[in-house]
């Protein structure tokens, strides 16, 4: 027993607290009651701050919060929070058990979280320790995400992050650098580590995740973190854009609040058909088979929509983006690239009226002259009557009559066309073409611009993203089709862990090679080093440098070539530190990616 509270058995254990279920006899209803370690209650100014922030946690009234029912005084011998009990599982548990399956779907859990951060920072309480292990999954109706130990890593003083087992209190995955250097937590510390937490719910991977919490810490203080879209390819740009800003590490430059947050997510939730987030949250929590498989249907037929509306209002990069957006979550979906394809039509329309105008606008000019100069000729000489006498004729130089036209083989060659094609700008430039009666320039002149042209491009690993002239066409393909209009286009590959492709190519020069094979440039992979700085390094036998050099800047190394994956490949890595037995450990590096390995350490020295 405490006080009025039985503890009838213990369900979790932290670096601050023991957790049992319970039972309030007074009430008779099941509780949580999480007990201080007896080390960190033992001090009176622990115990202030543990009730000051218990009364403060206690105000809130959220869905999303683990509501707080009770908590020590401060003369009691014990400290203790007494809460609502949840039954379920920590979110980190029940997405190991079941997942998201889709970015989008993960968000509808980062809503919910946000949703309750509004509310608590709104009362002017902080978490400072957000992680999926203190997201509790309520299973029980009606199901819910809730935040749990709001406040009590304030609890502790500065020098007391240290437990009596030398665990750091709070996870190093998601602590905010400011937290790290040892300044005051605010409001966007809390928005730092549910931005963590998004990166997680969208990529399936944490963002700063290495071998040890001192390589943890070291890329949070580096910001060192991959791309949410690299990770995870089906990752919007939007959602992207917004878990980058949450993990700057200027506070200043990230969101203003957990209302920005919150409404970003809404809109991206928005834009797949989910406009209760709310509701949808339950039904995932409820049958989340049965959600994810209904997802993408729903989500295709939205953004299909807005594709199309975007389109009909001439936005066409947005209406691509939705479009993409739909083969990322079903690449074999047959209407988008029906959709493209009249819209590749539609271009190759523009391109030609655009010539048209010009022609007929340089038409229209020619005219103008030859009116101009019809309008300026002298008035014709006045016959005189026959009472006048006609004056002498003026000397002057003898009339200029016109040369007779040259047969039609000596006419003179029609001007080339500039180098390199050309686009539209250089389409509108030219002169009008010959009538159709028009004879043809001597030696047969320059050929016709070709309307339009097909290029299949075979790329290897694969296209995370193929760009046309700056707009996005293709993601995610290994065989990327480009249709290609009068004029010179720039077409782009890009994959993380290569150097992007670049060509420019006209439809002529497209037409005649009808496909390329692009084998991607491997980016060099990056090797860091963790343990004594002192540590010498080799890769095949070669010297690169020391581990602490290492720690650093990664050192740049090359894949291993002669294998059947160029972008991937294992390499042996040496580890010498003086006084130990060398180590020699197989890696695989993979292109444009980090791996770390750890060194023998100094204090293994017999």
């Keep these: 027993m405490l006080g009025r509270y039985e503890l009838l058995e213990q369900v979790g254990s932290g670096g601050m607290a023991v957790v049992y279920r319970g039972r309030d006899t007074a009430l008779d209803r099941e509780v949580a009651v999480k007990l201080l370690h007896p080390h960190l209650a033992s001090a009176a100014e622990s115990r202030a701050r543990f009730s000051r922030e218990a009364r403060a946690v206690a105000r809130l009234s959220h869905p999303g919060i683990v509501e707080i029912y009770d908590y ?259 690449p074999a979906n047959p209407d988008v690239p029906a959709k493209l394809a009249r819209l590749a039509r539609r271009r190759r329309l523009r391109r030609t009226l655009a010539w048209t105008s010009a022609a007929t606008a340089a038409l229209g000019i020619a005219g103008a002259g030859v009116y101009a100069f019809v309008t300026r000729a002298p008035p014709p000489a006045r016959t005189p009557a026959p009472h006048e006498t006609a004056p002498p004729p003026i000397a002057g130089p003898p009339p200029v009559t016109a040369p007779p036209a040259a047969p039609p083989s000596e006419a003179a060659p029609a001007p080339a066309p500039p180098e390199g094609g050309g686009g539209t700008e250089a389409v509108a430039a030219r002169p009008p073409a010959p009538a159709p009666s028009a004879a043809p320039p001597r030696g047969g002149g320059a050929a016709p611009a070709l309307a339009h042209a097909a290029l299949a491009v075979h790329v290897r690993p694969y296209a995370q993203r193929a760009l046309l002239d700056g707009v996005e066409v293709a993601r995610g393909e290994q065989l990327v089709r480009f249709e290609l209009g009068p004029g010179t286009h720039v077409i782009q590959i890009e994959h993380a862990c290569c150097a992007p492709f670049v060509k420019q190519i006209t439809a002529e020069e497209a037409s005649r090679l009808g496909e390329l094979r692009v084998p991607l440039e491997p980016r060099p992979a990056r090797l860091r080093v963790e343990g004594d700085p002192a540590t010498r390094v080799y890769v095949e036998g070669r010297l690169l440098g020391t581990a602490g050099e290492s720690q650093r800047t990664p050192f740049a190394v090359t894949v291993p070539a002669g294998g059947d994956n160029p972008y991937e490949a294992a390499a042996r890595i040496g580890l010498e530190l003086e006084g130990l037995p060398a180590r020699t450990v197989i890696v695989k590096l993979r292109a444009g990616n980090e791996v770390i390995v750890a060194s023998p350490q100094s204090e293994d020295r017999p």
């Design 72 to 330: 020590a005084g401060d003369a009691a011998v014990e400290s203790y929070l007494v809460t609502e009990f949840v039954r379920g599982r920590t979110l980190r548990a029940w997405a190991a058990d079941v997942g998201f399956g889709y970015p989008e779907v993960g968000m509808l859990v980062g809503r919910a979280l946000a949703d309750a951060l509004v509310h608590a920072h709104s009362a002017g309480v902080i978490h400072r320790d957000l992680k999926p292990e203190n997201v509790l999954v309520h299973e029980d109706e009606p199901p819910a995400v809730k935040l749990a130990d709001f406040g009590i890593a304030r609890i502790l003083a500065s020098d007391e992050r240290m437990t009596m087992t030398g665990a750091l209190v709070g996870s190093p995955h998601h602590m905010a650098p400011e937290i790290v250097e040892g300044k005051d937590a605010d409001a966007r510390s809390d928005l730092f580590s549910l931005g963590t937490i998004l990166y997680w719910l969208a990529t399936g991977k944490l963002p700063f995740a290495a071998p040890n919490p001192t390589a943890i810490l070291r890329r949070v203080l580096q910001g060192d973190f991959e791309d949410p879209r690299a990770a995870e390819p089906r990752v919007p740009d939007a959602l992207a854009d917004l878990v980058t800003r949450c993990l700057q590490l200027d506070p200043a430059r990230r969101p203003a609040s957990a209302a920005e947050v919150r409404d970003a997510l809404d809109r991206i939730l928005a834009e797949v058909g989910v406009e209760r987030p709310g509701e949808a949250l339950q039904a995932l929590l409820r049958d989340p088979a049965g959600f994810k498989a209904a997802f993408p249907a729903r989500a295709i037929a939205t953004l299909g929509a807005l594709g199309d509306a975007a389109l009909a209002a001439g936005a066409t990069a947005r209406a691509l983006g939705y479009y993409n957006r739909v083969l990322a979550i079903d």
